[in-house]
């Protein structure tokens, strides 16, 4: 072993050391909580509802906090920061302190620890070095420094500067089924954008590969570390495009130290659906249209209809008639309070009623009967119970819920034609489908939105409320009353207890309980592969979020959706005007340059208005595009996925037209068989997935071939070809019989 290898191994050494130490004590805090939370399970003894309620709550407080220990107990610390005051600062996913209140760690979002991702040799912010811990579990394996202050060369034996460091490290190993938790290797760029406090919209507009998830993914852990007592009651969304792509990044935010979050996909935003289906693009293009806002909200309020005669009544022997210009009055002063369809219904019922009984007592009195205001709440009676009175004004204003009012809605093309405005005109029979047709992605923002119009009676959600708040301040009394007498170390605080009270008298998780309520409001939202939410889709999301705190990530080259905006001005003007910041990301950390040249090209030769972006590394090899006869597609394809499986590249997409599915699912099974092939974003975790583009979005994988790239152009687009061309982080592979589309064929060609 030469000098050099001995000075890393002394450093390896030296820093597990303290590695050991942290781990130490992270396992003496997991000890001490699950003594804890032992003792809580076995205080079996509760004698009033109160104690047990105390006992429920220390009991989720404990569960929370063992969980998120455990979920780092493998990865706790990664970096180190050498200051000008000679101040040493381990950076890691947690904070860790001592019994005695020493910090032994600090937590990667912490003021503190910014330096760690900010400082450059420009400005190095009071920083000499700053050092990468490279684990493998809770062993360090390897180091890399970076020298900001040239003096600390001075003498120096306790410097690393080989390796190819920690951020080529992490970008070039092989794809594991989840998203690599890039804490240790966020860049200045990106950690800029996660520590910003823009309580606004902010847009993260990056090319494949810049990091654009990771940075929201982190941002929402800083938020919700950053402002914990403005978001730990409300929550974080995440809007993700799949649930294969939910699937993949579930884990980052736990290993981050949050696990407050809730992830839904445009399927599922809806309570109580769930859908993966999507319409043909020119449904869906004209469902996404702004302008289905109005077509809706017309076709609520031809619900609210007069009859064309006056209805003859006949109540207790007394001949009335209700009158069609007092159902018109009535429909005027409840349409006055702007309040949505069923809550305003009792409006128009209270004032045609109003003027019904007038009526009635007018005729009573024609027939020489004494009428006295006393007698009006029974008059009142009489004709609320009357049934032709009952029919006559639930025809004129029915209740309805959002699914039954749209699917009736959907399969009536005269009702559709009445509503349209101009601008929809010539689409009405593109949206006409069977009564009982499923539901769609592209339905689910019609759906919200038909809810808005429609609402509920606000009344008990008002007691609801009350009697929420004086349950809350009447249990945060008696939480800091408890705590004074049982728990002292002042980690927990009355109002957290005050919470797991609450918490455990719903019985459900904040992520459950924001899920069935539509109404929920959350405290920021993130929203992924934005470019593919439609204007409609936007309206929905915006009511997630009153604050209009946003994240939103994505790329408008890779917009697939017939309904996207194409430009974040136009998806986000109509809701928060200019207040935008758009941040850019330029650094492609996953695709190599031989393979993004290519799919730049492509890009350049449809006119696809792609984000620059620079490859961090060369590559190795260049595109293996592979020519064959038509009938021979799916295996070829098989047999080039079998020679990559056999050089063990890592994880393998297989992205095609999903036309092509089965015929390429039965070739690699007879290529390869035994090993785990799994189709759409589902195969995420799999050795092989067979997916469409779509599917492939946001996701990475170790190498890609395409089958058919000229049918993915044809039949999804070049942004789809895009998408699909730069989800590899080392070997892109096509398989084709006809010509592959302008700009991919400038590669050499594969024997």
């Known amino acids: 072993m030469d000098e050099s290898e001995q000075q890393i191994s002394r450093e390896i050494a030296r820093e597990q050391d303290h590695a050991d130490r942290l781990y130490h004590r992270l396992d003496e805090l997991i000890e001490q909580v699950q003594a804890n939370l032992t003792g809580v399970q076995a205080s079996q003894h509760a004698s009033t509802h109160q104690n047990r309620s105390e006992r429920d709550s220390f009991l989720a407080l404990y569960e929370d906090r063992l969980a998120l220990l455990r979920s780092v107990s493998q990865n706790v610390v990664f970096g180190r920061l050498d200051t000008e005051d000679e101040a040493r600062r381990y950076i890691g996913r947690i904070g860790l302190f001592t019994a005695d209140r020493e910090q032994l760690l600090v937590d990667w979002r912490a003021p503190a620890a910014a330096a760690f991702y900010q400082a450059t040799s420009a400005d190095p912010q009071g920083v000499r070095l700053r050092r990468h811990l490279i684990s493998r579990g809770r062993t360090v394996v390897g180091l890399e420094d970076d020298v900001l202050d040239s003096s600390v060369l001075e003498g120096a034996e306790d410097v690393v500067l ?97 696990s407050g979050v809730v992830m839904m996909t445009p399927g599922t935003l809806f309570p109580g659906v769930e859908t993966t289906r999507h319409d043909a693009p020119a449904v869906a293009r004209a469902k996404g249209d702004a302008a289905m806002a109005e077509l809706l909200s017309r076709a609520v309020k031809q619900r609210q209809q007069v009859p064309e005669q006056d209805v003859p009544l006949r109540i207790d022997g007394i001949p009335l008639r209700l009158s069609r210009g007092d159902l018109r009055a009535a429909r005027r002063e409840a349409r006055a309070t702007h309040r949505p369809h069923n809550d305003a219904r009792t409006v128009f019922v209270r004032a045609a009623l109003d003027r019904l009984v007038e009526r009635y007592e007018t005729a009573l009195r024609a027939h020489g009967r004494t009428v006295v205001p006393e007698d009006r709440p029974d008059l009142l009676a009489d004709l609320r119970h009357d049934p032709t009175v009952r029919r006559t004004l639930n025809l004129a204003w029915l209740p309805y819920t959002p699914q039954g009012f749209l699917r009736v809605l959907l399969s009536r093309p005269e009702r559709l034609r009445e509503a349209a405005p101009r601008d929809l005109a010539g689409q009405v029979e593109r949206l006409v489908r069977d009564k009982d047709a499923p539901w769609t992605v592209e339905d689910v923002p019609l759906l ?95 009511r997630r979020c009153p604050t209009k705190s946003f994240t939103v990530v994505g790329d408008v080259a890779q917009t ?14 109509p809701h928060v005007q200019d207040r935008v910041q758009i941040e850019h990301l330029t650094v492609n950390y996953r695709t190599p340059a031989r393979i993004m040249d290519r799919a730049l090209a492509m890009a350049a030769a449809h006119d696809l208005p792609v984000t620059a972006v620079t490859s ?47 015929e390429l699912l039965a070739a690699i099974r007879e290529a390869l068989p035994g090993i785990r092939i799994g189709t759409g974003s589902a195969g995420v975790d799999d050795e092989v997935a067979v997916m469409g583009p779509q599917d492939a979005k946001g996701l990475e994988f170790d190498a890609v071939v395409l089958a058919e790239p000229a049918e993915i152009l044809q039949r999804h687009g070049a942004g789809d070809l895009y998408v699909a061309m730069t989800r590899p982080t080392r070997h892109l592979g096509a398989v084709h019989a006809a010509a592959l589309p302008a700009g991919m064929s400038e590669a050499p060609i594969a024997a």
Do not use: C
């Open 162 to 258: 080989q390796g190819e460091g920690a951020l080529l490290a992490a970008v070039s190993g092989q794809r594991t089924g989840r998203m690599g938790d890039i804490v240790a290797t966020i860049q200045a760029e990106q950690d800029r954008i996660i520590r910003s406090d823009n309580r606004g919209v902010m847009v993260v507009q990056g090319g494949p590969g810049t990091g654009k998830t990771a940075v929201a993914l982190h941002r929402a852990a800083y938020l919700l570390y950053t402002h914990r007592r403005r978001l730990e009651h409300t929550g974080v969304l995440i809007m993700a495009p799949t649930e294969g792509f939910l699937h993949y990044i579930e884990r980052v935010l736990p290993s981050l130290g949050e």
């Open 560 to 573: 697939s959706s017939a309904a996207g905006p194409g430009s974040w001005e136009r998806a986000l003007a």
């Open 448 to 542: 919200d939105e038909v809810a808005e119009l429609l609402g509920e009676d606000s009344a008990p959600e008002e007691a609801r409320a009350r009697d929420a708040a004086e349950r809350r301040a009447a249990d945060v009394d008696y939480a800091r009353r408890v705590l004074e007498n049982v728990d002292t170390s002042g980690i927990v605080r009355a109002e957290d207890l005050a919470d797991q009270v609450t918490r455990v008298r719903d019985g459900r998780t904040l992520a459950e309980r924001a899920s069935a309520e539509r109404g929920w409001t959350y405290g920021h939202v993130v929203v992924d592969e934005a470019q593919e939410h439609s204007a409609m889709s936007w309206r929905a999301l915006m």
């Open 616 to 662: 961090v590394r060369e590559g190795e090899e260049d595109p293996m595009l592979r020519r064959t006869e038509p009938a021979r597609i799916a295996e070829d394809t098989a047999a080039m996925v079998a020679g990559l499986h056999a050089e063990e590249v890592g994880r393998i997409a297989v992205i095609a037209d999903p036309a092509r599915e089965p």
